[in-house]
């Protein structure tokens, strides 16, 4: 239970270290926080010990601390920033880069998780936006 609690809270830390490029393909929510666990315990065990996880302190904590943060944290912290903040835009914006391949493949199917089925069934005559906004929404 303190693993997922401290994991969750190191969820919320990771806009405060955000940077770099975006990856190819993004972490699911709970892949995500066992990679943060697992690169980031030791910093929060060492620089944040004693700290409840609610209210943010767990994030504050790293942020006053981010110069003693070991680089892995920062790193996964990115990554986890940006794989998340991905997903989240490509699942909110999938109906908008599919939508010609939607009237094209799917015309006549209704319910948003039949559309997308059957654009994932039929991902070779869908175009190369949509399958990615797809997998980058974590659907595939």
């Known amino acids: 239970m303190?693993?997922?609690n401290l994991t969750v809270a190191i969820v919320l830390v990771a806009s405060a270290f955000h940077s770099g490029a975006a990856s190819a393909q993004t972490l699911s929510y709970a892949d995500a926080v066992t990679k943060?666990?697992?690169?980031?315990?030791a910093d929060i065990q060492k620089l944040c010990k004693g700290l409840n996880l609610g209210n943010g302190r767990i994030a504050d904590c790293l942020q006053q601390n981010a110069a003693?943060?070991?680089?892995?944290?920062?790193g996964s912290l990115s990554t986890a920033f940006q794989s998340i903040t991905q997903r989240e835009h490509a699942q909110v914006s999938y109906k908008q880069v599919c939508q010609r391949d939607m009237s094209k493949s799917c015309s006549g199917i209704m319910g948003d998780g039949f559309v997308l089925a059957c654009l994932v069934?039929?991902?070779?005559?869908?175009s190369k936006e949509c399958n990615q906004v797809i997998t980058d929404a974590g659907w595939r």
């Open 2 to 4: 303190l693993k997922r």
């Open 36 to 41: 943060l666990a697992d690169d980031c315990g």
């Open 68 to 74: 003693k943060v070991s680089a892995t944290c920062k």
């Open 121 to 126: 069934k039929k991902e070779k005559r869908v």
